[in-house]
């Protein structure tokens, strides 16, 4: 089949980004880069479904997440990255996706309950459920069906969406009756799931992240909040690594074999307190983000590159994405 090696993904544009996108998505989609010819998107008319009324920092949202995957190794040569709504043709999908929709596909989507859950939970009114926020899996099957990508590298927490995605596009080219849309399948990584230094998901609304864009020291700061194991209050009390609720994992994802084993031995042998296993961790997790926080450092002095970088690949995004409507309108026979 054609196009056999495209992948597309996005996110939203929630403003600086986490260790946990870096790990969890960012850092697979710059392998993944090299694989497969590459589209990879902010979806600020997603963040519309929910924030409709809070837009005073959607552009600078915008540029920050940008600027977070270039710093994290996503090539603009390698891959093309582009803003939603400078791709208006991913709108004209949606027009014709929605009229093929049936209403209860998208009212039993999983993951827009939970977002429903969340808009109501204020003050419990509806008012901020809007035809728009139903039309959430809709539009992203759009952003999806428009380059007819093979794979959708997501998190586990997309992939219903990716499911409807799939239901979509079967079902339009059988009322169609052209083979127009392939399925696209989620592409899952084996990437670690890292939670937030209290325990809980890392998010910056917890206030429990550790977010690409920040200092060493702030970064120190938070890793000496992490939970460890909460049985240990003295430094010579023998540790647990196995009930330690933060430390120790982030070790397992940051640290090699050695680093693993000799903490686990200081730990377990009581020679190593948790401060100090914790300032070692800092270190590690500082090393580790330092290029990526150099190379952001230049995007940010430089926002102009990426400015052009949005703009050129949204340009060549419009292009792949008009041959795609090309033999939508023909099938759906719109003149
Ligand atoms: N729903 C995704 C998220 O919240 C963002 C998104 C929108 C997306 N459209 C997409 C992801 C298309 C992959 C493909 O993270």
Not at 31 to 43: G, N, T
Not at 229 to 243: A, E, M, N, P, V
Request: net charge neutral; with cysteine; proline share 3%.
């Amino acid at each position: 089949m054609e196009n056999n090696n495209r992948i597309m993904s996005g996110m939203r544009p929630t403003g600086k980004l986490h260790i946990g996108h870096y790990l969890g998505v960012i850092d697979n989609w710059v392998k993944l880069q090299y694989k497969y010819e590459s589209y990879f998107f902010v979806a600020d008319w997603h963040a519309l479904t929910t924030k409709y009324n809070k837009t005073e920092n959607l552009r600078q949202d915008s540029i920050d997440v940008v600027t977070d995957w270039l710093a994290c190794g996503l090539d603009p040569k390698k891959s093309t990255i582009y803003m939603q709504s400078l791709v208006p043709e991913t709108a004209e999908l949606h027009i014709y996706l929605s009229m093929i929709t049936p209403q209860h596909w998208v009212e039993k989507d999983p993951t827009l309950k939970d977002i429903v859950k969340i808009v109501k939970s204020g003050d419990g009114s509806t008012e901020g459920i809007t035809y728009g926020l139903l039309g959430y899996p809709v539009l992203m099957s759009a952003d999806i069906l428009l380059f007819n990508a093979q794979y959708v590298p997501v998190g586990i927490d997309q992939v219903a969406h990716v499911e409807i995605t799939r239901d979509i596009a079967r079902r339009f080219n059988s009322i169609y009756g052209k083979e127009v849309f392939n399925e696209p399948k989620p592409l899952l990584n084996d990437c670690s799931y890292i939670c937030g230094v209290d325990g809980n998901k890392m998010g910056k609304s917890y206030n429990n992240d550790i977010k690409i864009s920040d200092t060493e020291e702030a970064t120190t700061k938070r890793i000496m909040q992490a939970i460890t194991d909460r049985s240990r209050i003295r430094r010579d009390d023998l540790g647990h690594t196995d009930q330690c609720e933060v430390a120790f994992k982030y070790w397992q994802i940051f640290g090699n074999e050695e680093d693993i084993t000799e903490i686990k031995h200081g730990c377990e042998t009581g020679t190593m307190g948790c401060a100090d296993c914790k300032r070692k961790l800092a270190q590690k997790v500082n090393s580790r983000l330092q290029e990526i926080r150099e190379t952001r450092k230049y995007y940010e002095e430089h926002p102009k590159i990426v400015k052009d970088i949005i703009l050129s690949g949204s340009e060549k995004a419009r292009k792949t994405a008009r041959e795609t409507l090309d033999k939508v309108r023909e099938a759906v026979k719109i003149y």
